[in-house]
């Protein structure tokens, strides 16, 4: 089974810290993407990675920045948290080489990070 | 942006009644796919349709692909305690790595 498993599951942080979400999945995926989720508004893309050290712009990606290093990892940094950041946010990865579309995504329990 | 509204937001039922989610967009997409999402948990995937027109049954549940491939429905009968949840639809695109979700879906159905 696909495993994907991210740092913390509730973190509170005040205004103004630097914020580090890792996620990291088992199956040698090639994307991993990173959302936040609020009451209301679905799902909403942050960033996402095509490979190591590649990354691209999501819906909303102000405020935030990513880093993945390694294939399996893929970080999300909130570089001066806000409360407006107050949010659930998921990691999710899926794999494409070898596979045929459409594909499915696996994603992680998720973080819920308060900020005050 | 947002390319998918789902309705309702919110549906509370009896045990053993049915019911039916739509997810609707002016977007087409190349396929379709619902997801499930219970508390303190990440999404899983339900279904992928692919086809316009495709319906496909899951026990008890039914999804429709629109003729267009632009919304889709997912319907479910004699519904039970454990399809509460938060349901989710995600067109994707032609490249197949990119996954717009709609607005989501929260179903509690009452024992």
């Known amino acids: 089974d696909v495993k994907v498993t991210q740092s913390s599951r509730y973190l509170v942080k005040r205004t103004g810290e630097k914020v580090f979400l890792e996620c990291v999945q088992d199956m040698d995926h090639e994307n991993m993407f990173w959302y936040r989720q609020d009451p209301g508004l679905g799902l909403r893309l942050i960033y996402f990675?095509?490979?190591?050290?590649?990354?691209e712009k999501g819906d909303i990606p102000e405020g935030y920045s990513v880093s993945r290093e390694k294939k399996e990892r893929f970080s999300l940094i909130l570089e001066s948290a806000s409360t407006n950041q107050t949010s659930m946010y998921l990691c999710?990865?899926?794999?494409?080489?070898?596979?045929?579309?459409?594909?499915?995504?696996?994603f992680g329990p998720g973080t819920r990070l308060t900020v005050t | 942006t947002q390319l998918l509204e789902q309705s309702p937001q919110f549906l509370s039922i009896q045990e053993g009644e049915n019911l039916t989610v739509y997810c609707n967009s002016s977007s087409v997409f190349s396929s379709l796919q619902w997801y499930r999402q219970e508390p303190g948990e990440g999404p899983v995937l339900l279904v992928t349709v692919v086809t316009g027109g495709e319906v496909k049954k899951l026990k008890r549940l039914t999804f429709q692909f629109g003729d267009a491939r632009k919304d889709s429905s997912l319907h479910i009968t004699a519904a039970q305690p454990g399809d509460t949840g938060l349901y989710l639809c995600a067109g994707i695109s032609n490249t197949g790595n990119q996954f717009y979700f709609g607005t989501g879906t929260s179903l509690t159905v009452i024992p």
């Open positions: 999710a990865s899926i794999g494409s080489q070898g596979r045929r579309q459409p594909y499915e995504q696996y």
């Open positions: 990675s095509y490979d190591v050290k590649m990354k």
